[in-house]
């Protein structure tokens, strides 16, 4: 049997799966905590790896790594990271961000050059940061890579030729999904006038080459492209992810170009692209909320199923770490709406998970709006586990809601493109698809679904504009 591995380096741990080439079984699991925060040491993320892939890794065939987006990771002559790695969740590049989209001539401009406008997420901006705060660790910075291609390259050693691949690229704000280019010339603007080296960037059946035991190593990519290969995405699908962020992202055969920014204009991990929109705010919302309620997420669930939907007119406008869509990176959550009769555990629990929906709703609308038509919504991530979630989500939605098989689609994802690049063949291995279930809300509930929404948008619109 011909075993690969994929590897989900994601904020809050590294997971790996090893699959079975052929049918994409999964055979065994590995997996191990990263360090909390938004600025962290690469190091951590590769000592996870080899924790999680102890007794694995050295008995597969091809493996690649499909890690969380945007970070920047900067590396000195020798190698080595000059500073902890900024995060994509780490807004202090906010500034920066609204200082390089007036620079180059406006949202526009940007979404023209690059298919997105950069905001404080995007690798382009934590650049500018750098250069104008620690100008000295600037100066001595040789190479700029992403998480997940720093790890591609420790699994092949040091003296191997750092790569990326054109999904994870297309989150940096300075490589073209249109061109398949990088634009050099915003790396510069960006950095201050300074030119550091790039990871080429590598096609999606690609060998990135091989780690010191002779396993085919993969060109990897972002996460959520990852994801989309592991579900096997078609035209029509909509995925809605509930990790510690929250993503909506649909296949595109062209590439996208928003000048509002709210829709990134990514590409994906087939040759394809992935229009996306992007929340900071998703699971961390539930488990913010159990802890100030005193219970775990179990509890959270019990207690908001016994509120009615809607709250009794409490809303939680969901923005506790900052928001990216809408674009308020500092913004806090708040409350609106409390009055007597609402302000008990219960309805709180509620609002909690009635606002990360609502707040997704809304990003979900972003992308309808460019005219994507969706077939389905596939619901997945952490937080799609609860059937509470599940339930208001299509009452939210106001549509069906696909729930696959709970499974680690990112890492899964990743060892299909291992398998892919293992076998050189023009297509992806045709892995089967995951079961899924479907909730379809009643006419009724669909009503209440809106009228939360309303509700909702007050809250927001009032506040925000």
Request: charged fraction near 20%; charge should be negative.
């Amino acid at each position: 049997m011909t075993r690969v591995a994929g590897v989900d380096s994601s904020t809050q741990s590294c997971k790996i799966v090893v699959c079975d080439a052929a049918t994409g079984a999964v055979l065994e699991r590995g997996t191990a905590p990263h360090p909390d925060g938004t600025a962290v040491p690469a190091e951590a993320w590769w000592d996870a790896l080899r924790a999680a892939g102890n007794g694995l890794l050295d008995r597969v065939d091809a493996i690649a790594v499909a890690g969380q987006q945007h970070g920047m990771v900067a590396l000195d002559a020798d190698g080595l990271p000059l500073r902890d790695a900024l995060l994509w969740n780490d807004v202090r590049s906010a500034a920066a961000a609204e200082d390089l989209v007036r620079e180059l001539g406006g949202p526009g401009a940007w979404a023209d050059a690059v298919g997105s406008v950069p905001v404080a997420a995007f690798t382009v901006t934590k650049l500018r940061w750098f250069a104008d705060h620690e100008p000295d660790l600037a100066d001595r910075a040789r190479r700029i890579l992403l998480p997940h291609d720093y790890l591609t390259w420790r699994l092949r050693g040091p003296d191997a030729e750092p790569v990326t691949d054109r999904g994870d690229a297309s989150g940096t704000g300075y490589w073209s999904p249109a061109t398949e280019r990088y634009r050099e010339d915003l790396v510069s603007l960006a950095f201050r006038g300074r030119t550091p080296q790039l990871p080429r960037v590598l096609g999606p059946a690609e060998s990135a080459g091989r780690t010191a035991t002779g396993a085919l190593v993969a060109a990897g990519t972002g996460d959520n492209a990852g994801a989309a290969l592991g579900l096997g995405l078609e035209p029509g699908d909509v995925v809605m992810s509930l990790g510690t962020s929250g993503t909506v992202y649909a296949r595109g055969s062209a590439p996208s170009a928003d000048p509002s920014g709210a829709i990134a204009g990514f590409a994906d991990a087939t040759g394809s692209f992935l229009p996306l929109v992007c929340t900071l705010n998703a699971a961390r919302v539930l488990t913010a909320s159990a802890q100030l309620l005193g219970v775990d997420l179990y509890g959270l669930e019990a207690l908001a199923a016994q509120a009615p939907p809607g709250a009794e007119g409490l809303v939680l406008l969901p923005y506790l770490t900052g928001e990216r869509t809408p674009n308020l990176p500092h913004a806090t959550g708040s409350l609106h709406g409390l009055r007597p009769r609402n302000m008990h555990s219960w309805h709180l629990a509620r609002a909690t998970y009635e606002g990360m929906l609502c707040n997704m709703a809304d990003a979900l609308d972003r992308l309808v709006a460019t005219g994507i038509a969706p077939r389905r919504v596939l619901l997945i991530g952490g937080a799609a586990r609860s059937s509470l979630v599940r339930a208001i989500a299509a009452q939210i939605l106001g549509r069906p809601v696909t729930i696959p098989e709970p499974e680690e689609y990112v890492a899964l994802g990743a060892a299909r493109q291992a398998a892919w690049a293992l076998a050189g063949t023009p297509a992806p291995p045709p892995w089967p698809t995951r079961r899924a279930a479907e909730i379809h809300p009643s006419a009724a509930g669909v009503a209440t679904g809106q009228a939360i929404r309303d509700t909702y948008a007050r809250a927001r619109d009032a506040v925000y504009g």
